[in-house]
């Protein structure tokens, strides 16, 4: 049905698209606005976490350097593994005394709760003492893999951090895995290194690293770049999108978006940051499943409000333009019935200043109508009368 090509139907049309484009476009500002802001504030949220997790492994791993000289620097420590590694022949007397000395200094590890596991490897590649936990005195440590590997191509100069490797070398081993930290311990009494002793610290770092319960699509991660140092028990990520990750690690400082990698429906925000004292990558890793949550919510409530107003700004307009033509109408309507001949017309004059105005031309035009008929009709008997008259005053003549 097509539309009546009326005035009301015009401003009614006219209203509710100057009305509908405002508001949408109002409302695709704001949406994006406001996602752009949710973007911006997770992205610094993540940020934060990533730093506020630098800067607290960065005070334990620094007080942990400080206790690893402490203990491997020890005079009573050294004089200790010198007297294991050069005498065949222990005199117990001695070494029972260097065991409480070197056990004291030991001790000393207590205050630092997320070492798992203490011990110290004498030339012949076995254990000479140890904390907390038990190693087995029969084990060779040169005959594991991630150890002998770090000794036989020295790659440290002070401490030098292990990736994951197996605790098989424990009493109790469960077939888990740790992180070490190993350093040299030289015996300065004898002039000479013993580069055959190493203090070994196995770690936790998952008791250092804040737990982020606020938020369940935040992972943190450690990367020592050619494998996963530490990966949380409560990991949301998919192996492929660990491998996604991985692949952007090139860089020593990270801050980009993966988006949708392997089809997994939802990006993820990563921010790296370079570990200190070991060169590797802390990353935050962020899943946008939130933040596209966020922005369908957010664009459900702008298009239903968008509709919403789109209805109503309809009816208004519908209302409104009946409002200001309702009077034009009943000018309309009494114009009708002028031209059908009926002059006693009443003109509505308590609406606007133009219908008002126009309803005076109309009073005046009808006004002028009626005078002017009822002059011609008062002319046209005035030619009648004196019509009859000339005839009676001929025919008296005649007669």
Known sequence: MLMKNTLEAKMRTAFSLIFIVIISLVGMIMFHMINQSFRTHSDQ?????????????????????????LIANDP????????????????YAIELKNQRLVHERLQQLTLVPYIKNAYIIGESGHMLYSYKKNVRNEYNFYDAPWFSDVI???????????????TDYLLNHQEKQTISIIRQIQNTFLFAPTDRSYLVYDIDLSAILLENTLDQDLNILISNGTEWVYLPESLTLSHQQLMAVGETLSDSDVDTVIEEPFGQGADLLVRSNVIRPT????????????????????????????????????IVSGLLSKSMLVPMRHVIDNF???????YDVTFDKSSSDEIKELSDAAETMVHNITSLTAHLVMNRKKYRRNKCGCFKIKLIHTF
Do not use: C
């Open 45 to 69: 949220t993540l940020g934060h976490v990533v730093e506020a997790n630098l800067d607290l492994l960065h005070n334990h791993l620094d007080n942990l350097d400080r206790f690893t000289n």
């Open 76 to 91: 009573d420590v050294q004089r200790a593994v010198g007297y294991r590694n050069r005498t065949e022949q222990i005199d």
């Open 336 to 342: 009708h019935q002028i031209s059908k001949g009926h």
């Open 279 to 314: 060169g590797w990558q802390m990353i935050g890793v962020k899943k946008m499943s939130s933040v596209t949550a966020f922005e369908w919510n957010l664009l459900t409530v702008i298009l239903t409000v968008i509709i919403a107003s789109a209805i109503l700004i309809t």
């Open 152 to 166: 036989e191509n020295d790659r440290f100069s002070d401490n030098y951090f292990t990736g994951f490797h197996p």
